[in-house]
C-alpha cells in the first residue's frame, strides 16, 4: 500500500524536533559558564538557576558520552542550596519555534503522540522530572518523571507523550492548537531542583497548572557541590523512540545560526563586515549573514575593533545597529579620524578574544 503524504513525510523527513540534541555546536562557550537564566553554552539550551543567591550552578563541554565519542553537557553545583525556597528553581531547557510544530495537529482530534528520549549521568540518584510546556497560544503543561538508578552511569530514558495523557482533552480540543508563527511553541524542560511553588503531583499528564516546572517528590539536585549532571542525545519526535537522527555539524550549526550567529576573531586580525567612510570618523559597514535568522537580530559585541583602510587601522570607538533585517545588518561605527569616502573593513585590533555576536533567540 503506498504511503501517504503525511507518512512520507513522517517516514523521510527531519524527526527530531530539538536542536543540538547531541550538544555538538557551542558557538558561544564551551568552558564552564554559570547558569543565569540565559543561553551561555551550548547553543539552543538555555540554563535557568533561579536559586539567586542560595546556590549555582555551571554548564560546561563535556567529552564523556555514553558511546565513546561526542559530546554531552555537563552541568556542576558550584554553590550548593540544601533548602530550596518555595519559589526557587534550577534547570536546563530549550524553546522550540512555533511553525515547526504544526505537524503535530494540536488542537485537533487527530493531534500526534511524542516520544521523548535521552541519555543522562548523574552522580546523585533518584527521581527527575522533565516538563513538556505548550506556550501558545492558551499554555499547558505535561510534567512525566523518570529515575536516575545507578551513580555515574549512563543510562536512557524514553518518555511517551500522548495528547490525551491522563484523560485529559487540553490537547485535542481547540485551545490547544499552536499558533503558526516565529514565536515559541513548546518548551521542552529537564528539571533540576524546584521549590514547592512549583511542583505538581501527577506524573504523566497534562494540565492548566501553569505555575508547573517538575515534580513533588524529585530530588534536590543542587544540594550538594559533589552533584552533577550530564545529557545529550536529546530527542523528540512525533510516534514511537527511534535511533537518534545523527546530523552533520554543518547543518546543526545553520540549524542554531536562525536564533544566534557570533563572529569570533581566529588569529591576530579579522574582518568582519565591509563598508565605506561616510565621513572622516563615522563609517558605513554591510555584514551578510550566513543563515537566515529567525528575526530581525539584535548586536551584542566584545573586545577592541578597528576599521582599516589604505593598510591602515582606526581605533573604533562605538558600533551601533542602523538597520537590521533576518538576513543583513547595517552598522554605523565610530573611530579615528580617516579620509572619507574610502572603502573600509571593520576588524579585530588583534584582540583575540574580540567578537560580534546576532541574536534572534526565542
Known amino acids: 500500500m503506498a504511503l501517504s503524504k503525511v507518512q512520507l513525510s513522517e517516514a523521510t523527513g527531519r524527526r527530531n524536533l530539538v536542536i543540538n540534541g547531541a550538544m555538538t555546536v557551542w558557538q558561544r562557550a564551551t ?147 499552536i499558533v503558526n508563527s516565529n514565536a515559541t511553541g513548546l518548551e521542552l524542560a529537564f528539571n533540576l531542583a524546584h521549590g514547592s511553588q512549583y511542583g505538581i503531583g501527577t506524573s504523566n499528564t497534562w494540565s492548566s497548572n501553569t505555575n508547573t516546572y517538575g515534580l513533588n517528590g524529585q530530588v534536590n539536585w543542587m544540594d550538594s557541590t559533589s552533584n552533577n549532571l550530564y545529557l545529550t542525545e536529546v530527542q523528540l519526535e512525533v510516534g514511537s523512540a527511534t535511533d537518534f537522527e545523527h546530523r552533520s555539524y554543518a547543518e546543526e550549526l545553520a540549524a542554531c545560526r536562525r536564533y544566534y550567529i557570533r563572529l569570533a576573531s581566529n588569529s591576530t586580525y579579522d574582518c568582519y563586515a565591509d563598508g565605506f567612510l561616510w565621513t572622516a570618523t563615522n563609517s558605513m559597514v554591510f555584514i551578510n549573514f550566513p543563515q537566515q535568522m529567525r528575526a ?67
Not at 528553581?89 to 505537524?103: D, G, M, P
Not at 495523557?165 to 485551545?175: D, N, Q, R, W, Y
Not at 579620509?339 to 555576536?357: F, I, W
Open 296 to 362: 530581525e537580530p539584535t548586536l551584542g559585541h566584545n573586545g577592541s575593533f578597528t576599521v582599516r583602510t589604505s593598510g591602515s587601522d582606526a581605533a573604533v570607538s562605538g558600533i551601533v545597529v542602523n538597520r537590521a533585517f533576518n538576513d543583513t545588518m547595517q552598522m554605523y561605527v565610530t573611530h579615528a579620524s580617516k579620509t572619507e569616502g574610502k572603502g573600509c573593513q571593520l576588524g579585530n585590533n588583534n584582540d583575540a578574544d574580540a567578537y560580534l555576536e546576532y541574536i534572534a533567540e526565542l
Open 31 to 177: 568552558a564552564a559558564t554559570q547558569a543565569v537564566n540565559t543561553y551561555s553554552t551550548a547553543d539552543r539550551w538555555r540554563m535557568d538557576g533561579s536559586t539567586g543567591t542560595d546556590g549555582a550552578f555551571t554548564t560546561e563541554r563535556s567529552t564523556d558520552n555514553p558511546f565513546g565519542t561526542g559530546y554531552s553537557m555537563k552541568a556542576q553545583v558550584t554553590t550548593a542550596d540544601t533548602s530550596l525556597g518555595a519559589g526557587q528553581y534550577a534547570r536546563i531547557y530549550q524553546y522550540i519555534e512555533a511553525q515547526n510544530l504544526q505537524h503535530l495537529l494540536y488542537g485537533t482530534s487527530s493531534a500526534k503522540t511524542l516520544t521523548l528520549s535521552f541519555w543522562v549521568k548523574s552522580s546523585k540518584t533518584g527521581t527527575y522530572s522533565i516538563l513538556l510546556r505548550k506556550v501558545n497560544s492558551t499554555p499547558y503543561h505535561f510534567i512525566h518523571n523518570y529515575t536516575i538508578s545507578s551513580a555515574n552511569t549512563w543510562e536512557k530514558k524514553v518518555i511517551t507523550i500522548t495528547p490525551t495523557a491522563g484523560s485529559t482533552s487540553f490537547i485535542t480540543a481547540s485551545a490547544g492548537s
